[in-house]
Structure formats: structure tokens, C-alpha cells
């Protein structure tokens, strides 16, 4: 048995022929990301989460030559791949599940030394061990584990160089999300709702790993917004995915999921304050400066988990600096980022619970559509019309990308049983699916304004896929069966499709290394790269 | 409380599945309970009724409140297939590498779960098939079944193997299968995270080229589907080549024994279709 908690296993198994020149990734260079677009620095591409490369190598004239460029399979596989990779200057870095870094040379695959965390006794109730990215700031990897630590390892070995508990995973807390690295700083949420795990959202020093703030996304009872709990204990409003960080505002904006328990909100009257909800931060104080709540008092397990997209168009002719946001609960919002101000919405999948939005966003709720202890019909699904994949945004053609869910659920209204944090899934229901032909998938482009749907392409089932758009005019996707495609970013039109044998779970992305332009997607346990012969 | 905190690394568990997930699993590692009492299924209206609030608050998130499966798989069946004492442990000591947690409960309780998971998705303890078995069977030669279906080996693979097809369905599902092919489909194991599609699909294609084809949906993706027809050939087209594609739920390539079998025959038919419970549980 090993006895130290964490080992680093840093293997040089193989050099490549050619000569890789890591250099340093500074702040400033992130915050200048779009101006090199062969490298993909953040989770999401870019501080705004935008998922748009620059990249114009591959077109919708030649896309239709895609080949297969290497694979990559870890060794031991578990579960879930749900990785999302970051690549500078021809080095990946890459998570295997449950929390393994591992750096690849981004031309052949090959492995250059890889990490994991030695795990004993993971609670992880109500989300699969897995890991969906790292972070990269000037000569370090940050990666999050499923036990809920937080840690810095060296770019060129996965020496480890700091290693900090973010919080107690014997609790329920764990973490499969990406941490979000910026000026000094290094970000990071957990999962952990269905534990009824307390949320928080915390913020490290990132050359020493220190805890520089944390917030609490729910209060304690008598606190403030303790009111809008009743007289329960506040519990749940997770924040298990990716953030978005705008350096001229200087404000982060970060998802909460749901309150506990999901499917019965009897004991918790109210709007549950900040769960549902999404939170623009000021990273030098670690206060909320705004929040805007999505979902109040949710019963359907609707997280608003998604990755924010940030982006600057004019509304009305008037330049503005928005947030693009498509819901778990079936509606897509703009909101202004400096302010919090609702700009439009509207729903971009079929949803039965919601008669629309009222001027400030808020929804206008059906009576009747929430759990009920013989199954309510209600749409979409307890999954949502999104979960945690990312969506796109394209400068260039000003379309929002979403990977759309159309399915319902009958959502079950079970009794609020005991429990005890960390230690009983706080569920009080759950769901009866539809069946899979009741059901489908779509890739839609949205008017990122508006929310108006231009174009879409149908899949065969809900995806768990995210978008990728490029400069040279293509979405990347894929599907649950396992293919993976292009379409026109104008039209929709599919231009290539590949199978790939097993479900695709995770958010494709692009970058260039000797020329030429790749694009990364896995399925099942295996990493794909395709680029042109 | 106490067994689901302190756990010891064995990796000595002896059952097929779970050791492989173990295996499979980096960093992982067992987490058995000290508490080693056997768990076996209680099957008492009252020990069914305590199983049922357990497993709809611990259970069903991930399993569906009917078992098919929802993010995790379908648990219809899986003490039949993986036995009492393995689900149990599963329930108490989760499956490493997974979303598959451990979960503090006593063997009783657990006893309680697998007894109400016993209860999940079984059609077959509805009723009892009336027919002779015995006669029934000549009535299985005598109709060409075998022309589409294997037995024990033995048969065609057009439709669907019958093998185990007592232990899965209940007389009524069989008595409807024969009179009206398609009426009522069997949906495919819960997948992870993925709606059941029905299985036994009738589709119908014709392709822009202005071929047409019916038969049973073998495989469909957003770009592909396959299907296979009443002689049991396989037909794969790509969607973008397809003018017309149709579901066609209630049809099927197999065809109606109404009125074409007596009562009687259909009675002994359906009495030995339910004898077929394959290969004795491990």
C-alpha cells in the first residue's frame, strides 16, 4: 500500500522526434488567446468561453477529407471520458477518468508523462468519476480531483507542486469540473447536490495554493437569503462546471446547480437563493456583484451549470457586452455581464413549464408542472435541454451553437426522507423516461441576441456533445451513437461524418500544430485527432 | 454508519462484473463493508414495501424509478443475472471507478432493496400459461418458428432468440407477440445517460434512387440505419440517401398466428414458450 496521498508518476515514455518548445503561458497571453489560434489555452478556448477557433485550414470545401491523425487510449480506462483538452505549442494536456493529467504530444499522441492522484474510499453520489479539464497558467497544470482536491503540477514532468483540500469529500463534495486559472489566481467549484453538500465557489493563489476566498452559494440558516429557504436547512447550488472570466470587467461568471432535495421542495418554501442561478464575481474581493436566477425554487433537478459564453454584439444598434446562456430548463437568456440586466430569452427546445419569460427574465410558471407522486409528464427531461456539454459562439456568423435535448420525463414527487450529508443521496424522486424513439437531438443555431433559432440538424438522440465553432465555417459534434461530424456554420448542412464505435461524451476542439490544423474528439475510452492528409 | 466509513482495499471480490470494473478502475480502489452477512432477497409485502422507500430514495435517481435504467443501467433482472449476494454487495459497497457508490445500509436492508429490485420490470409472475407445454412444442415445430428463431442453438436468427424468453416475458406479453407481431415491443437495456429505443422496430425506407425496403430496425444513428428484412438480410443506408423513412410501431415480419392456430394451439404454445427459462441461474 502506498502511504503518501498523492504520488506523481512522471513518465517520459516517449520523445518525440521533433523538437517541442514549451514555453510559458502568462496571464496575458490567455487574455490575448484569440490573437494565436492554433493554441487552445483555456476549457472553453478562450476567458469567454466562446469555443471558436480562428483556425480557417480546414473549410466547409475541404473538411470532407478529414482523416484520422492518431488515437490515444489511456491504460486504464473507468468509466466516463468527458475530457475537454488544452493545448499550447504543440503539447495537450489531457484527463483521463477519474483524475489523471496526462501531456501528449498534440502531432503524434504520444505520451509524454501523465499523473494521477492516488484515491481511497471517493464518495461521489449522483455524478459519474470523471474529469472534464484542466487549467494551464504560465508553467503550471491545475486539474481538480474527484476527492476534491485542487492541484498545481509542473508542465514539462507533472511534478506535483502544490497540493490543497478543497473540501471534504467524505461529505459528498467531489470535483470533475475544469478549474478556471487568471491573474494570479486559480478558480474552482464542486459538485456535490444530490449530497446535500452546502455549495461554494472558491478562489487559490496560484503559486502557493493558498485559499485567497471562498463563497458559500447558499446560506446558513439566519443568514442573509436564509429567508428564501423557509425553514430548512439551505443545501445544494453547486458549482460543478466551467466559469468564464471577463479581464475588462473583471468579473467571473460561474453556474449554480440544484437545491436539495431535487424533486421535493415542500420543505424548502421560497426561491433558494443563489441556487438555479448564475453569479458574476469580483475576483479581488470574492463578492457577488450580481446574480441572476434562473430557476427559482427548482424541482426538475435543472441545474444552471452551464459554461456562460461571453461575447460583444449590438442590440437595438447599441454595442453591448453580453452573456449568452442556454438552460438546463429549456430557455436561452442574454443578459448584460456588467450589469446582470435581463436582455432577451426565449426557449430553444420544446418545454411545457414555462408559459414564456416576464420582462426581467423571470419565468412565468404553469401551475402543475412540478413532481407529483404518480409522474407528471413535463418537458425537458429530468437531463435537461442541455447538461454539462459547452456551447459555441462564432464571431464570425453570430450564431450561438447548442447541442439541443428534446425529451421529457414523468417527474416523481417522492417523500423528503432522512438524510445525512455525505452519506444519503438527497433525491426525494426522480423520473420515468421516455422512451428513446419519444425522443431526439438536435444542433441549433441560435441567434445569439435573440435566441431565434437560424438553422438546425437533427440527431437521431439527446447528445451529450458540445459545439465547436471555427473561423473557416464549420460546428463540430457528435453523437451518442458515436458519430462525429461537421456542418456548415451558415446552413447546418453536414459536410462530414465519421463513426466512431461508441458514444461520444465530451466537447470537440481545434488547434494547429506544424502546419496543420487538427481537430480532438473522444468516444468511448479513446481520443481521437483528425486533420487533412 | 460505521461499515460504510471504514473500509479495507480487497480486491478479492469473486464476482465476474464487479472485478472487472475493479480492474478497469485507475486509483480505485474496493470498499467492502466489514459487515460480511449474506444478503439475500426478502420477499415479504412488508420487506418489499421498506425496500421500495429505500430504493426510491437512493436508487432511482440514477436507475429510474422502474429500474430501467436512466444515467446508470437497468436493474430489471440483475439479481437473476448477477445473484442476490452480488447485488447486495454492489448496494453496500459500490462499484469503484463508477457513479456507483456504496451505500449504509445493514445485509436485511439491503436484502429488502434486492427484494423489491426482484420486482422491477418482471412481466412474468403476472400469471400462470394454461396450455401444455408438451404440445406446445410440437405446435412450435410444426409452424416453422424455427425458421426465425433460435432455441437453445438451434433455429433460424431472423427474430429474436427464445431461449431465455420464459424467464423475460409473461404469458399474456407471448399470447399478444403471437396474435398481433408488434403490437407491444420490447425496449433495449437502460444505457448510460441514453433513452431505451424500442427494439423489433418495423421501419420502412425508400431511397432516393426509388428502392423500398421493410424490415426490422437492426441499427440507427443520425446518419446511418440498418435494417433487416424477412429473410433476415441486412440492408444499410446512409440517411442522406434516403427519401422516405418511416417507424411503423403495431407491424412486424412476423406473422399473426390469429386465426391460423387454434385457441388450444396458441394456449400450449404460449405454456411452452414460458417452460423456456435457459441455462439454471448462477
Redesign the interface.
Known amino acids: 500500500m502506498r502511504t503518501i496521498r498523492y504520488a506523481a508518476i512522471a513518465l517520459a515514455l516517449l520523445v518525440p522526434a521533433a523538437s517541442l518548445a514549451q514555453s510559458p503561458v502568462p496571464y496575458e497571453r490567455i487574455v490575448k488567446s484569440d490573437s494565436e489560434p492554433a493554441n487552445w489555452l483555456t476549457y472553453g478556448g478562450n476567458y469567454f468561453d466562446q469555443r471558436f477557433s480562428g483556425l480557417k485550414q480546414l473549410t466547409p470545401e475541404n473538411v470532407g477529407g478529414l482523416k484520422l491523425a492518431w488515437a490515444y487510449q489511456p491504460s486504464r480506462p473507468a468509466g466516463n471520458v468527458e475530457t475537454s483538452p488544452i493545448v499550447v505549442d504543440g503539447i495537450m494536456y489531457v484527463t483521463e477518468p477519474p483524475s489523471t493529467v496526462t501531456a501528449l504530444d498534440a502531432r503524434s499522441g504520444a505520451r509524454l508523462w501523465t499523473w494521477s492522484p492516488v484515491l481511497k474510499n471517493v464518495v461521489a453520489i449522483g455524478l459519474f468519476q470523471t474529469n472534464r479539464g484542466v487549467a494551464v497558467m504560465d508553467d503550471t497544470v491545475y486539474v481538480a480531483t474527484i476527492d476534491a482536491h485542487l492541484v498545481a503540477l509542473d508542465a514539462k514532468s507533472g511534478a506535483v507542486r502544490w497540493n490543497t483540500v478543497v473540501a471534504d469529500n467524505k461529505l459528498g463534495y467531489a470535483i470533475t469540473g475544469p478549474p478556471l486559472a487568471f491573474h494570479g489566481r486559480v478558480m474552482i467549484g464542486t459538485g456535490g447536490s444530490e449530497a446535500a453538500v452546502r455549495g461554494l465557489l472558491d478562489c487559490y493563489d496560484a503559486k502557493t495554493g493558498k485559499r485567497l476566498w471562498r463563497i458559500w452559494t447558499v446560506p446558513l440558516q439566519g443568514e442573509p437569503g436564509s429567508e428564501t429557504w423557509g425553514t430548512s436547512v439551505p443545501a445544494g447550488g453547486t458549482t460543478w462546471n466551467a466559469g468564464a472570466y471577463d479581464p475588462k470587467l473583471n468579473l467571473v461568471y460561474w453556474g449554480t446547480g440544484n437545491p436539495a432535495p431535487d424533486w421535493n421542495g415542500d420543505d424548502r418554501p421560497g426561491s433558494n437563493l443563489y441556487t438555479c442561478a448564475l453569479l458574476a464575481i469580483d475576483p479581488d474581493s470574492g463578492t457577488i456583484k450580481w446574480y441572476f436566477q434562473f430557476s427559482p425554487h427548482e424541482t426538475h433537478d435543472w441545474d444552471a451549470s452551464e459554461p456562460p459564453i461571453l461575447f460583444d454584439q449590438a442590440v437595438g444598434g447599441k454595442p453591448r457586452k453580453l452573456l449568452g446562456f442556454a438552460n438546463r430548463n429549456g430557455f436561452y437568456y442574454v443578459l448584460d455581464r456588467a450589469t446582470g440586466e435581463f436582455v432577451a430569452g426565449m426557449p430553444y427546445v420544446k418545454q411545457t413549464w414555462a408559459k414564456g419569460l416576464d420582462a426581467k427574465g423571470q419565468p412565468i410558471v404553469i401551475p402543475d408542472t412540478g413532481p407529483s407522486p404518480e409522474g407528471n409528464l413535463v418537458f425537458p427531461s429530468i437531463t435537461g435541454a442541455i447538461n454539462w456539454t459547452s456551447n459555441s459562439y462564432s464571431p464570425v456568423t453570430r450564431l450561438f451553437y447548442v447541442d439541443a435535448r428534446e425529451m421529457g420525463s414523468y417527474f416523481v414527487k417522492g417523500p423528503n426522507t432522512h438524510w445525512e450529508m455525505g452519506k444519503f443521496p438527497m433525491g426525494a424522486g426522480g423520473e420515468r423516461a421516455l422512451s428513446g424513439d419519444d425522443a431526439y437531438g438536435a444542433i441549433r443555431a441560435l441567434d445569439a441576441t435573440t435566441g431565434k433559432m437560424k438553422w438546425e440538424f437533427r440527431l437521431h438522440s439527446p447528445s451529450w456533445v458540445g459545439t465547436l465553432a471555427t473561423a473557416g465555417g464549420l460546428v463540430f459534434s457528435g453523437t451518442d451513437e458515436g458519430n462525429f461530424f461537421a456542418l456548415d456554420a451558415v446552413t447546418g448542412k453536414p459536410l462530414w461524418d465519421i463513426y466512431l464505435g461508441s458514444s461520444l461524451r465530451s466537447n470537440p476542439v481545434t488547434y494547429s500544430a506544424g502546419g496543420k490544423q487538427y481537430v480532438f474528439v473522444t468516444a468511448g475510452t479513446t481520443y481521437f485527432t483528425f486533420s487533412l492528409p | 454508519?460505521k461499515a460504510?466509513?471504514d473500509?479495507r482495499?480487497d480486491l478479492a471480490l469473486g464476482v465476474a462484473a464487479a472485478a472487472l470494473?475493479f480492474a478497469?478502475?485507475?486509483?480505485?480502489?474496493a470498499?467492502i463493508p466489514r459487515d460480511t452477512t449474506p444478503v439475500v432477497a426478502k420477499t415479504s409485502p412488508a420487506d418489499i414495501a421498506a425496500g421500495k422507500?429505500r430504493y426510491?430514495?437512493?436508487c432511482?435517481?440514477?436507475h429510474?424509478?422502474?429500474g430501467?435504467g436512466?444515467?446508470g443501467p437497468s436493474l430489471q433482472g440483475a439479481p437473476d443475472r448477477l445473484g442476490d449476494q452480488e447485488v447486495g454487495n454492489i448496494l453496500r459497497s459500490g462499484i469503484?471507478?463508477?457513479?456507483m457508490?456504496g451505500?449504509?445500509m445493514s445485509a436485511d436492508e439491503a436484502g429488502q432493496v434486492v427484494g423489491y429490485i426482484r420486482t422491477l420490470g418482471r412481466t412474468a409472475d403476472a400469471e400462470v400459461a394454461k396450455g401444455d407445454p408438451a404440445k406446445g412444442k410440437a405446435v412450435y415445430e410444426s409452424s416453422a418458428c424455427s425458421n426465425c428463431h433460435i432455441i437453445s442453438g438451434q433455429g433460424g436468427g431472423v427474430g429474436p432468440e427464445l431461449t431465455r424468453v420464459g424467464a423475460m416475458r409473461g404469458p399474456s406479453y407471448l399470447r399478444a407477440t403471437l396474435l398481433t407481431p408488434g403490437a407491444i415491443l420490447p425496449?433495449?437495456a437502460g444505457a448510460?445517460?441514453?433513452?431505451?429505443?424500442?427494439q423489433f422496430?418495423f421501419v420502412h425506407v425508400v431511397t432516393k434512387d426509388g428502392r423500398s425496403f421493410d424490415g426490422t430496425r437492426a441499427y440507427?444513428?443520425?446518419?446511418?440505419i440498418s435494417i433487416k428484412d424477412a429473410t433476415g438480410r441486412f440492408h444499410t443506408f446512409r440517411k442522406?440517401d434516403v427519401q422516405e423513412y418511416e417507424?411503423l410501431p403495431g407491424r412486424s415480419v412476423m406473422p399473426s398466428f390469429k386465426g391460423t392456430l387454434s385457441d388450444a394451439q396458441i394456449d400450449d404454445l404460449v405454456a411452452y414458450l414460458s417452460s423456456l427459462k435457459g441455462p439454471a441461474a448462477q
Open positions: 454508519m460504510f466509513r473500509r482495499s470494473l478497469l478502475a485507475p486509483g480505485a480502489q470498499q422507500v426510491e430514495a437512493i432511482a435517481r440514477c429510474g424509478l422502474d430501467g436512466s444515467d469503484p471507478g463508477t457513479g457508490n451505500f449504509a425496449k433495449e448510460m445517460e441514453r433513452g431505451r429505443f424500442t422496430l440507427e444513428d443520425s446518419f446511418t442522406l417507424k
